[in-house]
């Protein structure tokens, strides 16, 4: 059974579509990226999945329940992160996790859930209207682990959170999938999914543009990483040797620098080895993977394109869903 599971889900908010004709699927157990930009329909979704709001078409399965007739099921077994979290100013943190396991029937230590979300001790007692945004953001995520949920839904989790938060977040996370939980959890950035997501489905004006690993995102919509070689004298044949290569494209060269855009994982290591074996010595190897944005981009461009082809196909102009998924294509 698929922890969650859409089919043809579309939300209209008059005329903008917020979500649009969603096919999506996660598996039980994994932890899965719900990337895009700002304004993609994430949290439609995620309100969507939860029956805070109702599809204009289509429907979701969370958890094997249909979200929209059994709303209570899934919630008895989701816990979630929701999007700017609101405390009740006067409670303490503790307070807010004891009420949560009070409401849920749960039998969960407070504190032992306090602990692992990272709220010292002398924090639990102070009124959470004192709160700064990162602790809020903590408290959040200890009241969605209440009741040990077989699913966590997490809205931009990481948002408010200093580096620190950011890494303890990842090891929950992992911890919580290593125990078994599906975690599925929204962003705009592709550094806070990276670190923990088995896969990621990237979210373009409501339309799923992409489901697939990082790594095979990144080889699928080729944006490859920029790799960045410093040599120590002679750069005269640097960039042929570089450039023969197998997965390298756009070598340039400044001084003894030499810039190219590699799509093969494997060319970074062998750009060296040839260089040092033409008798060139690499002082220095940078490697920029591919940005979210550039993912973004490829992946927005090659959705018109798909919809331009097909509108030129049917010679209507008129279907304007043009799924593109990489794993189907690689
Ligand atoms: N209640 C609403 N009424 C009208 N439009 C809405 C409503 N909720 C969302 N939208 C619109 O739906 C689209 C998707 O918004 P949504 O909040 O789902 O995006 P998101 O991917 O979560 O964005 P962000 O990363 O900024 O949180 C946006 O154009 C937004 O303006």
Redesign the pocket.
């Known amino acids: 059974m698929a922890a969650i599971e859409t089919a043809g889900l579309t939300k209209r ?2 005329d ?1 579509t ?2 649009d004709d969603l096919e999506l699927t996660v598996e039980e157990g994994e932890v899965f990226g719900f990337l ?10 995620i309100d969507l999945l939860l029956d805070f ?1 109702r599809p204009t078409a289509g429907s979701a399965t969370v958890l094997g329940y249909d979200a929209q007739a059994a709303p209570q099921k899934v919630s008895q077994r989701v816990g979630v992160l929701p ?1 700017g979290f609101d405390v009740y100013p006067r409670l303490t943190g503790r307070r807010h996790v004891e009420f949560a396991i009070e409401t849920t029937d749960a039998d969960d230590d407070p504190d032992a859930i306090l602990e692992r979300v990272g709220l010292e001790p002398d924090a639990r007692d102070r009124p959470a209207g004192e709160y700064s945004t990162g602790m809020r953001q903590r408290l959040a995520t200890g009241i969605a682990l209440v009741g040990d949920p077989d699913l966590l839904l997490m ?2 989790p990481a948002s408010g959170l200093d580096p620190h938060g950011i890494r303890d977040l990842q090891t929950l996370v992992r911890e919580e999938a290593d125990a078994g939980t599906t975690v599925f959890f ?1 962003s ?1 950035i592709l550094e806070h999914v990276e670190a923990v997501c088995d896969r990621v489905g990237v ?1 373009v004006d ?1 339309q799923l543009a992409a489901v697939d690993t990082i790594a095979g995102l990144r080889a699928s919509v080729g944006t490859g990483a920029t790799m960045e070689l410093t040599l120590a004298g002679r750069v005269d044949r640097a960039a042929e040797t570089v450039a023969a290569l197998e997965g390298v494209t756009d070598v340039t060269t400044t001084g003894s620098t030499l810039e190219c855009l590699v799509t093969h994982p494997r060319a970074k290591a062998l750009a060296v080895t040839e260089l040092e074996d033409a008798g060139m010595t690499v002082r220095d190897l940078r490697v920029e993977d591919a940005s979210l944005e550039s993912l973004y981009t490829t992946l927005t461009d090659e959705q018109a394109a798909d919809v331009a082809a097909e509108a030129l196909e049917d010679g209507s102009g008129s279907d304007t869903n043009a799924e593109h998924e990489p794993e189907a294509v690689g």
């Open positions: 908010y008059g903008v917020a979500v895009g930009p700002n304004g993609a329909g994430k949290s439609t979704t709001v999007e809205d931009e929204s705009h979210l409501g």
